[in-house]
């Protein structure tokens, strides 16, 4: 990594320290936004059909109320997850280059190996369920039969 005068190395704590962080690392940016498109539940990924399965069971079961809940709470933390997404792919000008010429900037800190690895496992999962879903359905509903009919 290049350090110039004023640089340090430091996590991120705030979203808006996410802005343009995908003009500086696209895979991992591409990852996390596919991660969190997940958790959003957007469809065909898989956070949207394990949403759909529990409240399909739970409104077959009677439990209107909390389906609304979880509904509104989806929906509410679906806003939040899309706010992050957005700043990752907002452009910043490039303001890291200029900060390059002037040795005024914060270098990157690098994943180790296995924090890429799980991140790649992750994001390939996800992935996988777009292509062949029934690989994954049916073999979690395997384990629930397994788990829950002895």
């Known amino acids: 990594s290049i350090e110039g005068k004023n640089s340090e ?21 591409l990852s996390l936004a596919i991660c969190l498109f997940s ?55 490039h303001k890291t280059s200029s900060s390059i010429n002037n040795n005024n900037f914060i270098t990157n800190k690098y994943l180790s190996n296995v924090h890429s690895y799980l991140i790649s496992v992750l994001t390939l999962s996800i992935l996988l369920f777009i292509l062949k879903p029934s690989l994954i359905l049916n073999s979690t509903q395997l384990l629930s039969l397994s788990l829950f009919n002895w």
């Open 39 to 93: 958790m959003a539940g957007i469809p065909p990924l898989i956070g949207f059909f394990s949403k759909q399965f529990v409240l399909y069971s739970a409104i077959q079961n009677g439990y209107y109320f909390i389906s609304i809940i979880a509904i509104l709470v989806s929906v509410i933390s679906a806003s939040y997850y899309l706010k992050i997404v957005v700043q990752l792919f907002l452009n910043t000008n």
């Open 9 to 29: 190395i430091r996590d991120i704590r705030y979203i808006a320290e996410l802005k343009g962080k995908f003009f500086t690392n696209p895979l991992l940016s």
